[in-house]
């Protein structure tokens, strides 16, 4: 079982860019697949990017293809989404999430994932 922390959200301005962090802890992350999910409130929780577990396949939602970049550092059990060009419409609540999984595809899924973190508040003032 792994535990999940995320970090690095804050306030930005348009335009501007932030990093986040999702830290594991108790088992390796090495064998997990490993999504970023964001949510407004009201709304339902959305898929923003996804990493296999050997960071060699990536999958982003449409609205976040080349402005944000999902990468990985087994040695260190963490998980990165590094956000460019923040827009306004990019303020959520940013969630990491695992599933112990090998095979492709990445999962995009919100139920195909079992570990979810506390979630870290991304706002983006225009």
């Known amino acids: 079982q792994v535990q999940l922390d995320e970090s690095g959200g804050g306030l930005a301005q348009a335009g501007g860019s932030l990093r986040l962090s999702c830290a594991a802890s108790?088992?390796?992350?090495?064998?997990?697949?490993v999504a970023w999910f964001r949510q407004i409130p009201g709304k339902e929780r959305e898929f923003v990017a996804a990493i296999n577990w050997a960071g060699s396949i990536m999958s982003y939602a449409d609205f976040v293809k080349d402005r944000f970049t999902i990468s990985r550092d087994n040695a260190k059990k963490t998980v990165y989404l590094q956000m460019n060009s923040l827009k306004p419409e990019d303020t959520a609540l940013y969630y990491c999430?695992?599933?112990?999984?090998?095979?492709?595809?990445?999962?995009?899924?919100?139920?195909?994932?079992?570990?979810w973190g506390q979630g870290t508040q991304v706002t983006v003032s225009s």
């Open positions: 108790g088992d390796t992350l090495y064998m997990y697949a």
């Open positions: 999430a695992a599933q112990r999984r090998l095979s492709l595809p990445v999962p995009r899924a919100r139920d195909e994932y079992d570990y």
